[in-house]
């Protein structure tokens, strides 16, 4: 698996935040048609926001960072925000939720 994140700060983020939270439903669909998707996640901060994309290999991440782009520039470009900060790699770990044992 691979994983990317995107974080936004500075100019615009706060507002930029809103308008993803708001736009909730849009964001879902975008990211959920990314081709071997295995999560996303917003994570609201103080002064912003970042995701997390993690994808079944590097070119799932590499989708989703297009579709964002793209999104932003077509959504938010009125918002002035910076492009974001960007960190990216191969999973090591990754835990999900443990299913209840089946009785």
Request: some cysteine; overall charge positive.
């Amino acid at each position: 698996m691979h994983a990317i994140t995107r974080t936004y700060t500075g100019k615009g983020a706060a507002e930029l935040t809103k308008l993803l939270i708001a736009r909730k439903s849009e964001v879902e669909k975008l990211i959920g048609d990314v081709p071997g998707l295995v999560s996303y996640d917003l994570i609201e901060t103080r002064d912003g926001c970042f995701t997390v994309t993690v994808c079944k290999d590097k070119a799932g991440t590499d989708k989703s960072l297009a579709v964002a782009k793209d999104w932003l520039k077509a959504n938010a470009a009125q918002l002035g925000v910076g492009a974001p900060a960007v960190a990216e790699g191969k999973v090591a770990i990754h835990l999900g939720a443990k299913k209840p044992a089946v009785a």
